[in-house]
């Protein structure tokens, strides 16, 4: 069997209307025009004689007050840390870090993980090398909580997407539920990233259904974007936004950023697919610091750019 | 002068019309007898039950063009556009979901163009023509046969040319137009439930199956026990829990084949994720998934297959997502079965890394630092380049990596 559209097709008077229609809505889904803007690589971090190679990191953060890049480096099972030229200083291993994925770090120097192996938040106690699983308190017990990926939001509250119930979690850095963000949308899958701003703005991500969904600080839905049938937004797997409010998508399957505005407009495209230093092949997971520069994780490889010549 | 010029006017304009008309007259006269003295076919035309109209009014020429013709047999256009000249296309496509003959304009591969003992000047009989291409033993080769299927009859539910439903099936709740929902009988095979409104094709073989009442080949075990009360509230079809708890209840273990670096662990179309690729009841599919392996995962990677279907070359097994791919939840990248190896499993590329371009730890691409594997050269998801190759086999490949 084969699918054709040919009941339109086929009627040739009809073609310029189809046309016209299409290039309608490719230009109101920001398709046409968006330039891809010049990006600067700043650094790579694959493999280093200290360090080794990394492999299949997971989540990354970095601390602009003592400026140290942490990495959870998944496959190694080891949180990795890089200075401000982002030159490897140290690491720490721990059995209890089974496959580290999302990483944070509070002001007051305490690191928390997600780990992939057990769905639940570590938090991490450096001072006594331990590694002490959170209880959350306060969540209705009936739906198994499993922990995606982690963010901060501006009261340094744990910000955390729950992967089988379609919701972000924000919880006290003691585990207690603060509040439940549950969206009874339709088309919504699931939430892949999730990233705060400074105004405590939740951004998430859903792949599967190439939707952005913004909430405000009480959890209420601002906006969502993104359409099914966008080519451009083929398979956007995480998500973060710089100091001046644009969101950053990053699609694994074009290998490229899509920059778009707060209200979903899209801005332009950043790098381009492939294996280079400078491009991108398989990305997972997008972080942008205080400085606005752009981190992507891309197979065993960390690649650090600024937008701009 | 004027005169003249007047005459050779009409004259041309009379000429024009003259010709034109015998042209179209010739069109419609019986070129039978003048075609039957050399081809003495013709003649066998007329003993069959129906013959096509044209050749029935002898106009040879309407099909044939007797002089020269770009096609076979002398055809006066391509097979498709001569027959869509009187059958209408759009008459025949009543959708979007086309049969590949169809599309490739081969009606000829059902259809005689001369005459025929059957309807619709089939060129046999109708199941006969559907094996030609749809293997019989997966149609009808088990022991409980639709009777529909038995009898040959493929046309009851399917449409040979088009339909807006996939499968080619003729209409929506094709099922109940035999099978009347809430029926007495029917609700006595279902266990004194009314099952009107549900889908048949959650449980039941269309065509056949080893399995008493055609219930698919896998069936999961409360179902099979008649435990209906296992997920179902007593004597209803309205389920426990609405979630993937009630899966999780029994598979818990399973659970632990989702903890990995790269998991299917997420939240789905719906409440239940399991429900997303399994099916609770019966399935063709091995682990009761809901439909064949490509079309289960598609549901979810539609840019995957928007991406496959465009490539050039794919991978012969491309179908068979589940060879190569863990469904659940891998540490390697793509959720390869294993990983750099994956290639190698199951011994369907023994050879890899044995000879041609070394891979491994000891030949890292200087463009992304990274130990080579196959998928550094080959996409086995598809490419615009032979043995789906990232790149043209003749040095565009090679310089990706060796300067020149």
């Not at chain 1, 308190?137 to 995606?148: I, S, T």
């Not at chain 2, 039941?204 to 009442?213: A, E, I, L, V």
């Not at chain 2, 891998?330 to 891979?359: I, K, W």
Request: hydrophobic share 35%; net charge positive; charged share 25%.
């Amino acid at each position: 069997m084969y699918k054709v559209s040919s009941n339109i097709v086929n009627i040739p008077r009809l073609r310029p209307l189809v046309v016209a229609l299409l290039l309608v809505a490719l230009w109101a889904n920001g398709a046409i025009g968006a330039e891809t803007k010049r990006v600067r690589l700043i650094s790579l971090i694959a493999i280093d004689e200290f360090m080794g190679r990394l492999k299949e990191p997971g989540g990354l953060f970095y601390d602009g007050t003592k400026k140290r890049l942490y990495v959870a480096d998944s496959g190694n099972k080891r949180l990795v840390s890089f200075d401000e030229e982002f030159r490897y200083l140290s690491e720490l291993s721990h059995r209890g870090f089974s496959i580290p994925l999302g990483i944070v770090k509070t002001s007051a120097g305490e690191f928390y993980i997600t780990d992939a192996k057990t769905g639940e938040i570590k938090f991490v106690d450096v001072k006594n090398k331990a590694i002490v699983p959170l209880k959350i308190k306060g969540l209705d017990g009936k739906k198994k909580f499993v922990a995606g990926r982690l963010s901060l939001d501006e009261k340094e509250n744990l910000v955390v997407t729950d992967r089988l119930n379609k919701r972000i979690l924000i919880l006290k850095r003691d585990g207690t539920l603060v509040k439940a963000i549950e969206p009874e949308l339709k088309g919504l899958y699931g939430f892949s990233d999730v990233k705060v701003d400074s105004r405590g703005y939740i951004y998430a991500v859903d792949t599967i259904g190439r939707k952005v969904y913004i909430f405000d600080n009480t959890g209420r839905l601002v906006r969502r974007f993104g359409t099914s049938n966008n080519k451009l937004m083929r398979f956007p797997v995480s998500v973060a936004v710089d100091s001046r409010g644009y969101i950053y998508v990053l699609d694994r399957h074009s290998g490229r950023i899509l920059v778009f505005n707060d209200k979903g407009v899209l801005q332009h495209l950043l790098l381009r697919k492939g294996v280079s230093p400078g491009e991108l092949y398989n990305p997972g997971y997008i972080y942008i610091d205080g400085k606005n520069r752009i981190y992507t994780i891309d197979g065993n490889r960390v690649q650090i750019f600024l937008e701009g010549d | 002068m004027r005169r003249a010029g007047i005459v050779t006017y009409l004259i041309a304009v009379v000429s024009v019309v003259v010709l034109c008309y015998g042209t179209a007259s010739a069109a419609k006269k019986d070129t039978r007898k003048l075609c039957a003295d050399c081809h003495k076919e013709v003649a066998g035309f007329f003993d069959k039950k129906r013959v096509h109209k044209p050749v029935a009014g002898g106009q040879c020429t309407a099909c044939h063009n007797p002089h020269a013709s770009k096609h076979k047999n002398l055809i006066g256009e391509s097979r498709d556009e001569l027959c869509y000249g009187c059958h209408k296309k759009d008459k025949l496509l009543k959708g979007n979901v086309v049969h590949q003959p169809v599309v490739e304009g081969l009606c000829l591969e059902c259809h005689a163009s001369h005459s025929s003992d059957k309807r619709a000047l089939l060129k046999g009989a109708e199941a006969e023509l559907c094996f030609g291409c749809h293997k019989k033993e997966n149609i009808e080769g088990k022991k409980f046969v639709h009777p529909e299927v038995r009898k040959g009859r493929c046309t009851t539910c399917h449409d040979p040319h088009g339909s807006t439903l996939e499968g080619l099936i003729v209409k929506n709740n094709m099922c109940i137009s035999c099978h009347k929902g809430g029926s007495k009988t029917l609700r006595t095979a279902h266990s004194g439930l009314n099952v009107s409104g549900t889908q048949c094709l959650s449980c039941h073989s269309p065509h056949s199956s080893d399995n008493r009442g055609i219930i698919k080949a896998n069936v999961h075990a409360p179902f099979a026990e008649g435990k209906c009360n296992v997920c179902h509230k007593q004597g209803s079809k309205e389920i426990v829990k609405a979630d993937y708890t009630m899966c999780l209840d029994c598979h818990e273990n399973s659970m632990q084949s989702f903890y990995k670096r790269y998991s299917h662990l997420m939240a789905g179309k719906d409440d239940n994720f399991c429900a997303d690729c399994h099916t609770p009841h019966a399935s063709d599919e091995r682990a009761l998934l809901r439909d064949r392996e490509d079309k289960t995962c598609w549901q979810c990677h539609e840019d995957t297959r928007s991406f496959t279907h465009s490539a050039r070359y794919i991978h012969p097994d491309l179908k068979k997502c589940l060879d190569c791919h863990v469904s659940h939840g891998s540490n390697a990248r793509y959720m390869l079965a294993a990983g750099d190896n994956t290639c190698s499993m199951e011994g369907c590329h023994p050879s890899q890394g044995r000879f041609t371009h070394p891979v491994g730890d000891d030949a890292i691409d200087p463009r992304s630092r990274e130990p080579m594997n196959c998928s550094t050269c080959h996409n086995p998801m598809g490419s615009p380049e032979e043995f789906i190759l990232r790149a043209g086999k003749v040095m565009e490949l090679c310089i990706k990596c060796h300067q020149i």
